[in-house]
Structure formats: structure tokens, C-alpha cells
């Protein structure tokens, strides 16, 4: 089993930046990639930015150039630096951690964390 532990949303002005943590532990897992989330009131769940176990990087197109996920491969953990940041990045985003054994895929997902954009 796997547990996220997510930390560093807040309540930040327009243009103003958050740094997004996501700690990753249990037993006998191995990541396939990581990720960030959100979930906007009345949206569907979109995926922001990834990250596999090569280092690869997808962005979503609303994000790129503001947005850069990285990670702690030593500490399994997934960190998500978000600059400019605009109203409509207010939501609640959420960790993701894919694991394969075999050809079995595993989804495991945090809390989630609160970004509010408002001045």
C-alpha cells in the first residue's frame, strides 16, 4: 500500500507563487511516474503536470511556461513550482503516483491540497 502526503497549498494573490509537495511512502512499490492534479468547483479533474521515472515531463497547455514539476527520487517525492499564478488555477490539487507490477497498473492519489488564486 501506498500513502501521498500532499502540503503547500494557500491562499496566494495573482502572480504570486506556491511550491506544491507530495511525499510518497509504504512498502514494495515501485513509481512509474508521478503527478499533479486539480479539481476546480463544477470541473472535471485535469491533469496539470507528470513526471515519469526517466525524468520525462508532460505539462497540460494552460500551465506550460508557469508550471515546472520536479522530483526527489531518494526521498520519493514529487514537488510542483507554480509561478504567475491566476484565478482560474484556484482549485483543489491532488497527487498521483502510478506503480506497475507486471502488467498490472496501480493508481494511488493524496489528499488533496486547497490553492485559492485571489486578490
Known amino acids: 500500500q501506498v500513502q501521498l502526503v500532499e502540503s503547500g497549498g494557500d491562499l496566494v494573490q495573482p502572480g504570486g507563487s506556491l511550491t506544491l509537495s507530495c511525499a510518497a511512502s509504504?512498502?514494495?512499490?515501485?513509481?512509474?511516474?508521478m503527478g499533479w492534479f486539480r479539481q476546480a468547483p463544477g470541473k472535471q479533474r485535469e491533469l496539470v503536470a507528470g513526471?515519469?521515472?526517466?525524468?520525462?515531463?508532460n505539462y497540460a497547455d494552460s500551465v506550460k511556461g508557469r508550471f515546472t514539476i520536479s522530483r526527489d527520487n531518494g526521498q520519493n517525492t514529487v514537488y510542483l513550482q507554480m509561478n504567475s499564478l491566476k484565478p482560474e488555477d484556484t482549485a483543489v490539487y491532488y497527487c498521483?503516483?502510478?506503480?506497475?507490477?507486471?502488467?498490472?497498473?496501480?493508481?494511488?492519489w493524496g489528499q488533496g491540497t486547497q490553492v485559492t488564486v485571489s486578490s
Open positions: 498521483n503516483l502510478v506503480s506497475y507490477y507486471k502488467q498490472y497498473r496501480s493508481d494511488y
Open positions: 509504504g512498502s514494495d512499490f515501485s513509481i512509474y511516474s
Open positions: 513526471i515519469a521515472s526517466s525524468g520525462v515531463t
